[in-house]
């Protein structure tokens, strides 16, 4: 099982939150397109035994493309690469490129499952995180995309400020009348450098609030898996059979293919990192090299990445991989971290496997960094 990642960076507008790596200036976007044809080409070798089980178009925003762009960056990973049978096929959307044409086209295209960014159904928190879309925009797209697509995801950003517990109650019960198989939420973060961080720094807007985000979070977790939903990672809920395929095979430690500028690439020993500048990016394929920068990761590293993803999803950590793969110094010190944790009911043991409880759940990076090793190897 592995996947391809292609990073679409450009977006209409910049979302006050966001870190992610796109550009405004879309003069680029014909240029871009086959900058990454010809990454996929130029990268084939690398997956030569694999078969890829998912594509996935993320960004930045790949509803900006056209469903022409679209079918030929799909069309390079069918003529690159093995591709199962049935892969899962991702685009990643923005409300406001969703017209009843655009859906009615993507509908045609390879693209079969749909994960659109919605955030909320809030004039003001669309407002006040300067999403290029508004409310009706938000409802409206998901009740058309429902005609054509049955594997559609939503995105939803909690512990906004001034987003009241009651908001987000209405957010989560929209989300589940308009009956989306999957969902995944996210707590605001304020990255460096954005525009929120600044206006938080003025006093133009309150801080985020770390209680108001934990509590949102218990009220997501609550009202989700009532109506049948599976949290199978912190931020990602699904009913039986639309968990994200290519969403597991990261947490499940499979190798991915990155393509475009600032994908990131994993096949089990490395870790390679696309340059994160569309220029350059475009300038170094033009020139047939790969503008990568890769990293060999030790023992250490994968063991630390491996209890930080699975401790995050419903899998956990398993403890005879932990043996197997990494030997006794390694599971001696996690047993050994892990007590104290277990004790303290953040983390139990099922079926050989190490779990983060409920009580946990909301803390489980803090609680995987707690296990990490810094240098045995
Ligand atoms: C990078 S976006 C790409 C997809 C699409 N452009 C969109 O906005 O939905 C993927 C997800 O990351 C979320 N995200 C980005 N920065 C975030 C932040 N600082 N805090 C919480 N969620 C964030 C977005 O809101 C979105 O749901
Ligand atoms: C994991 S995705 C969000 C999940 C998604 N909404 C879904 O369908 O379930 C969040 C973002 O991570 C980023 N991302 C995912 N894989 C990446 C990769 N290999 N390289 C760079 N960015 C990646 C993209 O910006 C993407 O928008
Ligand atoms: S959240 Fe999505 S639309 Fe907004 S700037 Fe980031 S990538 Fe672009």
Not at 126 to 131: A, Q, T, V
Not at 272 to 295: C, D, F, M, R, S
Not at 344 to 349: A, N, P, S, T
Request: glycine letters at 6%.
């Amino acid at each position: 099982m592995s996947g391809i990642y292609i990073h679409i960076p450009f977006c209409k507008q910049a979302c006050h939150y966001c870190d992610f790596h796109f550009s405004t200036n879309m003069g680029k976007k014909e240029a871009m397109v086959l900058a990454l044809i010809k990454e996929l080409e130029l990268r084939k070798d690398e997956f030569k035994e694999e078969v890829v089980q998912t594509i996935y178009l993320g960004g930045g925003t790949p509803s900006v493309l056209n469903t022409a762009e679209i079918d030929q960056i799909i069309e390079a990973v069918y003529s690159n690469y093995t591709v199962l049978g049935a892969p899962e096929i991702t685009l990643e959307a923005n409300p406001d490129d969703l017209s009843k044409e655009k859906i009615e086209e993507l509908a045609k295209s390879p693209i079969n499952r749909l994960s659109i960014g919605i955030q909320s159904f809030f004039e003001e928190d669309l407002k006040m995180m300067n999403r290029a879309h508004n409310s009706k925009e938000a409802e409206d797209c998901i009740v058309l995309a429902k005609n054509y697509f049955d594997n559609i995801s939503i995105d939803l950003i909690y512990g906004i400020p001034g987003m009241n517990n009651d908001r987000w109650i209405s957010n989560i019960e929209k989300a589940l009348d308009y009956g989306v198989p999957h969902i995944s939420s996210y707590a605001l973060t304020v990255e460096p450098k954005t525009a929120l961080k600044a206006f938080i720094d003025k006093g133009l807007i309150p801080t985020v609030d770390d209680e108001l985000a934990e509590v949102h979070f218990h009220i997501l977790v609550e009202k989700l898996e009532a109506a049948g939903f599976i949290n199978y990672e912190i931020s990602n809920f699904g009913k039986p059979g639309y968990f994200s395929r290519n969403n597991t095979a990261y947490w499940q430690g499979k190798k991915y293919l990155g393509i475009g500028p600032s994908a990131h690439s994993y096949d089990v020993i490395r870790r390679g990192w696309n340059i994160n500048n569309n220029a350059k990016y475009i300038k170094a394929i033009a020139q047939n090299e790969l503008p990568i920068e890769v990293e060999v990761l030790s023992k250490t590293d994968r063991y630390n990445e491996y209890i930080m993803t699975g401790l995050r999803t419903i899998w956990g950590v398993s403890l005879e991989r932990i043996k197997t793969e990494f030997g006794q110094k390694f599971y001696a010190y996690l047993a050994q971290q892990a007590h104290k944790k277990i004790e303290d009911g953040l983390l139990y043991i099922e079926k050989d496997h190490l779990l983060v409880s409920k009580k946990g759940k909301f803390l489980s990076d803090g609680i995987a960094a707690d296990l990490f090793l810094v240098n045995l190897s």
